[in-house]
């Protein structure tokens, strides 16, 4: 009876996972980086040599369809996202790590609706013999159009552009870093690289230093010596001697919005205009003194917004137009709040993130002020029209002080995804090579399309980029299979997502009669999988004796996936 009943319950948990499989979770591999860096394909993981920053870096080889697992290659174009020193890829070989694994709670939209910024598993609609991971973005019945690296939409039944404002867990998996303080690089191998100044802070006094010190604990701590009169240091970007000796020049290199995951060369931005203003400026506040106060200061191309912190407790927010300059705040503060006197010598963490046409304050965990205003649609983009005659601002960074000392430990600023406009092209975005099955799916699927007489033309805006918003079809008070999504990846420049789709694969339901069903750009209802909940198996840890094997799961990096 023990070996029947051990067999039945070996064979029941069989049936089970087969059932589990089918019709509640699967599993996939994630095979390339359209959502790095929060969910990652083949890659790299590195570390600085230079700061020590630890970041991963996508493998690519058109020459190879897969890496071996057991060999090692040149990291070849990676960069650090903190001080930006090129790795040494000629002298430091590594391991190249599989795709995160991932589980996929399917069919979950046939109970639920699709929410904005989930992630989503769905049949690629070029070929419909492969399956895509990206970003949700547009429901039936919207309007979307990207414009400066944000998402405006017309809901269903509405007249009006508005901002898609993300969820505080969507947000905090997508902000990216630009500079940490905790990783002070080594300035020798800064300037063997060709770097003459790391992204570190500078005091705007035109007096000499003032009272600002940058380079207490080895430039880890920010102090303030106090003093009746604010004083303010400005985030610096990097200095090449290819780039202009000026200020503004690096400052705007600083927030180009490249990804340490990429290579330089698979980037593309117009340098003069995509620069990410949406950011997010941290740090631990240490006051020194009853009367200490501190200030957060970041700013886009339309709106700067500051927040204060003083060691009474009072934490009070300002707004101003961008084109109010040096220390003009408004008297009175867009909003304030108390969070209980500071203690002397204690350590608080306190943000401020300026993001979505809105702002968001914490003190610790909580967020004690989060206000938004209407996303100026007209404005922007009439703005972003005479971009060529007069250059759009610099983002900026900038961290104030007044009344008694202070220290600021732990400083990060970190910038949002940012959604660059593609032009449609026959050449995809690379990525690793397609089989051959697919290629004799997209060239049928080319046939097709022409066939279809789809709006097709190289060079053309991307659908739903500036200049081309999409119109989703459905009715969310009606759900139908023919109702369309709109999906996007985070890692913006290497995702080849709902703005360069060109093709649609033959088994779609592409036309009814004379009338076209399908439209390019979208994903249809029907082709949706499942929401994606969270990474099993990301890349795991390598036994000394078995480098090339990374067998023994990397538990601290499985997650839930925002």
């Known amino acids: 009876m023990g070996i029947r009943e051990t067999v039945e319950s070996v064979y029941v948990a069989i049936v089970l996972a087969f059932v589990l499989r089918a019709f509640m979770v699967e ?51 990676a960069h650090c996202p903190s001080c930006g020193f090129a790795y040494p890829h000629s002298r430091m070989k590594s391991y190249v790590n599989g795709g995160d694994r991932v589980l996929v709670m399917k ?39 990207i414009v400066h690296g944000d998402v405006f939409v017309i809901p269903h039944g509405k007249r009006q552009w508005q901002v898609r404002r993300k969820p505080d867990r969507a947000q905090e998996a997508m902000w990216q870093v630009v500079f940490d303080s905790d990783y002070v690089p080594d300035m020798t191998r800064l ?39 604010p004083e303010y240091l400005a985030f ?26 990429n290579s330089a060369r698979q980037e593309k931005h117009l340098e003069d205009v995509d620069l990410c203003g949406d950011l997010k400026l941290s740090g631990v506040f240490r006051p020194l003194s009853e009367d200490a106060s501190v200030s957060l200061i970041v700013g886009g191309l339309r709106y700067a917004v500051k927040a204060r ?34 203690k002397v010598g204690g350590g608080y963490q306190i943000a401020l993130a300026h993001v979505d046409c809105g702002a968001k304050v914490w003190v610790g965990r909580r967020k004690v002020i989060d206000e938004i205003y209407p996303g100026d649609y007209k404005g922007l983009k009439q703005r972003l029209a005479e971009a060529d005659e007069s250059p759009i601002p610099a983002p900026m960074a900038r961290i104030g002080a007044v009344g008694g000392p202070l220290e600021l430990w732990h400083v990060r600023l970190m910038r949002d995804v940012y959604y660059t406009s593609f032009t449609l092209s026959r050449q995809n975005p690379p990525g690793p090579p397609a089989s051959l099955k697919h290629r004799d799916l997209q060239v049928e699927s080319m046939r097709k399309a022409k066939s279809l007489k789809f709006d097709i033309v190289e060079g053309a805006p991307g659908w739903g980029v500036s200049g081309r918003p999409i119109k989703l079809a459905g009715d969310p008070e009606n759900p139908s299979d023919m109702d369309e999504f709109f999906v996007l990846g985070d890692n913006s420049p290497q995702s080849l ?29 029907y082709n949706l999988i499942g929401k994606a909940m969270f990474v099993y198996w990301p890349s795991g840890f390598r036994l000394p004796l078995l480098p090339g094997l990374p067998i023994v799961p990397d538990v601290g990096r499985m997650r839930l996936i925002r």
């Open 191 to 229: 300037a063997g690289d060709g770097i003459k100044k790391p992204r570190r802070w500078e005091p705007l006094s035109a007096d000499g230093p003032g009272l600002w010190d940058a380079a207490r604990a080895g430039e880890r701590v920010l102090a303030f010596s106090g003093g009746d009169r």
């Open 309 to 342: 912190f003083d060691a009474d407790g009072t934490v009070a927010m300002f707004r101003r137009p961008r084109e109010v300059t040096g220390a003009n705040w408004p008297s009175q503060p867009w909003r304030q709040v108390s969070v209980g006197r500071l």
């Open 497 to 525: 997502d709902s703005r360069g789709w060109i093709e649609a694969a033959p088994s779609l339901r592409l036309r009814d009669g004379d009338k076209l069903l399908y439209h390019l750009g979208t994903v249809p209802r």
């Open 27 to 77: 599993a996939f591999v994630i095979p390339t980086g359209s959502m790095a860096p929060r969910l990652m394909g083949e890659h790299y993981d590195l570390q600085c040599p230079a700061c020590g920053h630890e970041y991963s870096y996508g493998w690519h080889d058109p020459r190879q369809i897969a890496p071996a697992r057991g060999d090692t290659y040149n990291p070849d174009g």
């Open 107 to 145: 069919y979950l939209y046939r109970f639920i609706e699709p929410k904005p910024w989930d992630v989503i598993v769905f049949r690629n609609p070029q070929s419909n013999d492969n399956n895509y991971i990206k970003r949700l973005i547009g429901l039936p019945g919207e309007t979307i159009e």
């Open 236 to 261: 610096k970007g990097l200095l090449r001697p290819s780039l202009p000796e000026a200020e503004e020049q690096s400052r705007r290199e600083a927030f180009v919005p490249r990804y340490s995951y």
